[in-house]
């Protein structure tokens, strides 16, 4: 071999090896690529969860009766700031903080705080926010019980241009992103809310999912969203609309208004359901939970494919929201209030027992969703009857939803 011919050989090899190593780079991205978690989908035009903390000014830029009978009023809040909305996850809440009118306030025209929850009723939208609140008078029969303070608040006196204060989107009643699961919606009276954001959500991103949405209400004068259902029934052959009315009136059509009649219970599910795996997301009065969600256990649905949530206070003992009260007689000091006082399982919660013993707490939806009642945990534990869906911060616990499980000190 001569010199040039050894020359070209080592040349020749050295490019080979070259090329060698920039392929295995290559290969080595693509793989660091392929097993890179990918990335949380965000809607186009809303922020990150880093940028929202506390609470933000939103302004009413519109509002609309969902209902003939007009019980039911959407409002749309769009971000007095100008900036982009938060992602939330088709299901989750809203929490608002209003100055209501109290004539206890000793002047005129005073007002007092108070914080709820109010579900997203649409899917997410890059403008604006949607909830829709029923108007709860005060029931009939009992002339102590006062209507509900903050849906005739946002009835009587939010109009469009109003400013709210509200905290990020928050909760973990949600839809499972997943559409290989057919999806059974089940909603009585307002616990359509959240059940509707769900809908509207899957008919927009993933259209061919299947699913089973069953409406328990009265009668056509307060079904909410009637109009808009019927329609995306009909442009939608993957939505199967079971609208169950309970009291039709008289000029209430079956077939053409509702579907069934009566109320909505796990024998309709099993007659109406094709076979197979459902996932089932369930919000509604106490009495629809109470008997529903067991009954689905009791099919054999399995308890990591229902979810449910229950819409008024955990006081009123929705399965899932209400806490178990333990007789077991512990001590629970309030080391601001200066008081040692013995539990004794009387009481539903916390917050229960508080007030009943003079304390003042703050609180708001007293379901564990607004965190107004979080309260430091100086000592002790608090237990809860399920996993509230305000993010308690460390060292502090929700008086609203909790009960003791060892003698407590807490900072109130």
């Known amino acids: 071999m001569t010199v040039g011919e050894l020359l070209s050989w080592i040349g020749a090899a050295l490019l080979l090896q070259l090329a060698a190593g920039i392929g295995l780079a290559f290969r080595r991205r693509q793989g660091a690529a392929a097993m890179a978690p990918m990335p949380e989908a965000v809607p186009t035009g809303t922020a990150s969860s880093a940028d929202w903390a506390g609470w933000r000014d939103f302004r009413v830029a519109r509002r609309e009766f969902e209902d003939a009978a007009q019980t039911q009023c959407s409002f749309y809040l769009e971000p007095a700031d100008g900036k982009a909305l938060r992602a939330f996850k088709p299901g989750q809440f809203l929490t608002i903080s209003l100055a209501v009118a109290d004539s206890a306030a000793g002047e005129p025209g005073g007002s007092r705080p108070i914080t709820r929850c109010y579900s997203l009723s649409d899917r997410p939208d890059a403008a604006s926010y949607r909830v829709t609140i ?116 008289a000029a209430d059509e079956r077939g053409r208004d509702y579907q069934h009649e009566g109320h909505i219970d796990v024998e309709l599910l099993r007659r109406a359901l094709p076979h197979g795996r459902h996932q089932f997301y369930v919000c509604g009065p106490a009495s629809m ?124």
């Open 134 to 249: 029923k108007r709860v008078p005060a029931p009939s029969g009992h002339p102590g019980v006062p209507a509900g303070m903050s849906s005739n608040h946002f009835h009587d006196h939010v109009r469009e241009g109003c400013v709210l204060r509200v905290k990020a989107p928050s909760g973990h009643f949600f839809i499972d992103p997943d559409p290989s699961v057919p999806v059974v919606l089940v909603g009585g009276g307002i616990g359509i809310t959240p059940l509707m954001c769900m809908l509207r959500w899957c008919l927009s991103e993933q259209p061919t999912r299947a699913i089973h949405l069953y409406y328990g209400v009265r009668n056509s004068r307060v079904h909410a969203f009637k109009r808009q259902l019927e329609e995306a029934a009909k442009s939608h052959p993957s939505l199967h609309l079971n609208v169950v009315y309970s009291r039709p009136d």
């Open 289 to 412: 939970m109470q008997t529903l969600v067991p009954a689905l256990a009791g099919w054999g649905v399995p308890g990591t494919d229902v979810r449910h949530e229950a819409f008024g206070p955990a006081s009123a003992g929705p399965v899932g929201t209400a806490v178990v009260p333990t007789a077991v007689e512990v001590d629970v000091r309030f080391r601001r209030s200066g008081r040692t006082l013995t539990w004794d399982g009387t009481d539903a919660s916390l917050l229960d027992f508080a007030l009943r013993h003079g304390i003042a707490v703050d609180s708001g939806c007293r379901a564990g969703g607004c965190g107004t009642c979080e309260t430091r945990l100086v000592s002790g534990e608090v237990r809860y009857a399920h996993v509230p869906d305000h993010d308690i911060a460390p060292g502090h616990c929700l008086l609203c939803v909790g009960v003791p499980a060892s003698p407590l000190v807490l900072e109130a």
